[in-house]
């Protein structure tokens, strides 16, 4: 991992604050920014996700770009940031890992379950008739992005500082 600013000038860091401010972030915002290479270049999408320790899930339709783009390198990264109309209160998450597809009915199924609770307005969308696993959730595919690096970033606490932690 690259060196720690703060630690390399040798101010002490409380990286269980960090990681505190991380799973705190990671349960409440909605939102990722995925970004992949499928050759053709560069891609990020927005995607609405779960967090279930250490994963973060996602359903896609697999003809999506970066769906797509998945297939040909399962590397991908990721941004979580709660929103700010000042950037001195940026905070976030910068992440780097591997993606890949659920696989399973009762995995799928048990996240797919935890995923509407989070978002109980996308019901109607993937189980319409309320058949498990049916309506839209039968032609998406649902991803788990495993993060492999994690930096957390927080302006308020100087402008350009990561840190990185583990979950």
């Not at 896609?60 to 209160?89: M, N, T």
């Not at 996240?111 to 309506?135: C, D, E, H, N, V």
């Not at 649902?142 to 927080?154: K, N």
């Amino acid at each position: 991992m690259e060196k720690n600013p703060e630690i390399a000038s040798g101010k002490p860091v409380d990286l269980d604050a960090y990681r505190s401010q991380a799973l705190v972030l990671l349960r409440s915002a909605k939102t990722m920014v995925l970004a992949v290479d499928g050759g053709d270049g560069p891609w990020a999408a927005p995607v609405y996700y779960l967090f279930a320790s250490p994963g973060i899930y996602f359903f896609s339709s697999p003809r999506s770009k970066h769906a797509q783009a998945l297939r040909q390198c399962s590397r991908a990264a990721g941004a979580i940031f709660a929103d700010s109309d000042q950037w001195q209160q940026i905070q976030g998450l910068q992440m780097t890992g591997q993606v890949e597809q659920v696989q399973g009915t009762a995995r799928r199924l048990g996240i797919t379950t935890r995923y509407l609770a989070k978002f109980p307005q996308a019901k109607k969308m993937l189980m319409p008739g309320q058949s498990p696993l049916g309506g839209l959730a039968a032609r998406v595919n649902l991803y788990v992005f495993w993060p492999s690096e994690i930096h957390c970033t927080d302006n308020r606490k100087g402008f350009g500082r990561r840190v990185p932690i583990e979950l």
